[in-house]
């Protein structure tokens, strides 16, 4: 196993953040507390574990593994993992890495693919960005007409203003910035600064391990936590919306390193 311990920084900065952010701490169960005393992000143990488990299992009808066809220490393969949401010309659309896992599973594996909220999904995906760690995030918003429309569309769904409190993610995460919510700082989600606030380069530490809810989330599903909390109506996973979104938030980190799964509140 390669479990990296996280830096005692780190864990401290999370903490105190914790601490003053009086988050419930019933919410964080003891098995994970004893984890972070010893400086163990339990994100990268699910990775590894459950994530690089699946990867290396031969599966489906063709009862191939991802393994049997991607080298994890490939590098010309691990590069690609920070260039998605990415246009597929079979398909002709901008798809995020959850559905590339899928494609692969109906067309090479030749099962019926998990779910995009499966965990099994989740762990692979976790897994493939936490093998890319290191290298950056490199999306391509405009090198032909699809991309273009998805990337507008995405900023399009960030603007827009919806929901019983007439929000969108543009308020708190743009012109809200550097104010307080429940506590929490508002921040931008991109690689610079705004309003003198220096952005979290979000798309680089998602998926994440909540510690808040002791699990794994992907970045469609921290987008769904925040339209809930802001009272809007949820965004399917994958569906055109959510992708285009996806793709938006994650341009804004282009350039940033991969480093996943974060350790998030
Ligand atoms: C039989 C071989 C095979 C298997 C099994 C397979 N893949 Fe793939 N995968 C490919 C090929 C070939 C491509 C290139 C795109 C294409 O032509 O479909 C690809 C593309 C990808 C990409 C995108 C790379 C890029 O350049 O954008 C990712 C990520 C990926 N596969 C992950 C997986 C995962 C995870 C699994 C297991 C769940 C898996 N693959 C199973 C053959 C395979
Ligand atoms: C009412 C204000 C509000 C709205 C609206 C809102 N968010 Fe958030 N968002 C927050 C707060 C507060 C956090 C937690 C910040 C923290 O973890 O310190 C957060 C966190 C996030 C994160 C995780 C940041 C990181 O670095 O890990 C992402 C990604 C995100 N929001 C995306 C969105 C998207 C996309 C939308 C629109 C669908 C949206 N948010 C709408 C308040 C909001």
């Known amino acids: 196993m390669k479990i990296t311990k996280i830096g005692i920084s780190g864990v401290l900065s999370v903490l105190i953040s914790l601490s003053l ?7 964080i169960s003891p098995e994970d507390w004893a984890l972070y005393q ?30 049997s066809c991607h080298n994890p220490d490939d590098m010309k393969f691990v590069s690609q993992i920070g260039k998605y949401p990415k246009y597929q010309k079979e398909c002709n659309k901008v798809v995020s890495l ?3 896992v899928q494609m ?23 897994y493939l960005k936490y093998i890319a760690t290191g290298t950056k995030i490199d999306v391509d918003t405009s090198s032909n007409p699809v991309v273009k429309e998805y990337y507008e569309y995405g900023r399009k769904v960030f603007t827009t203003k919806r ?19 429940r506590m929490q700082w508002l921040k931008p989600l991109g690689k610079g600064t705004l309003n003198g606030v220096q952005g979290t380069s979000a798309a680089a530490h998602w998926p994440g391990y909540r510690m808040t809810k002791s699990k794994v989330f992907t970045i469609e599903q921290r987008f769904q936590q925040c339209m809930k909390n ?15 979104l996806e793709l938006y938030v994650t341009s804004l980190a282009n350039g940033a390193e991969i480093n996943a799964p974060g350790l998030v509140r």
């Open 21 to 27: 952010a009086k988050a419930q701490p019933e919410a």
């Open 163 to 181: 929901g019983k409190r007439y929000l969108s993610c543009q308020v708190c995460h743009e012109f809200a910035v550097g104010r307080r919510l």
């Open 38 to 67: 010893e400086g163990i992000n339990p994100g990268e143990v699910f990775a590894e574990e459950v994530g690089g488990e699946l990867f290396n299992k031969p599966m489906g009808k063709a009862n191939k593994s991802c393994a």
């Open 98 to 100: 959850q559905q590339r």
């Open 104 to 126: 692969c599973q109906a067309k090479y594996q030749k099962m019926k693919p998990f779910s995009l909220k499966s965990k099994e999904n989740v762990a692979i995906v976790t």
């Open 230 to 244: 802001a009272g809007m109506k949820k965004l399917p996973l994958g569906s055109k919306e959510m992708v285009a």
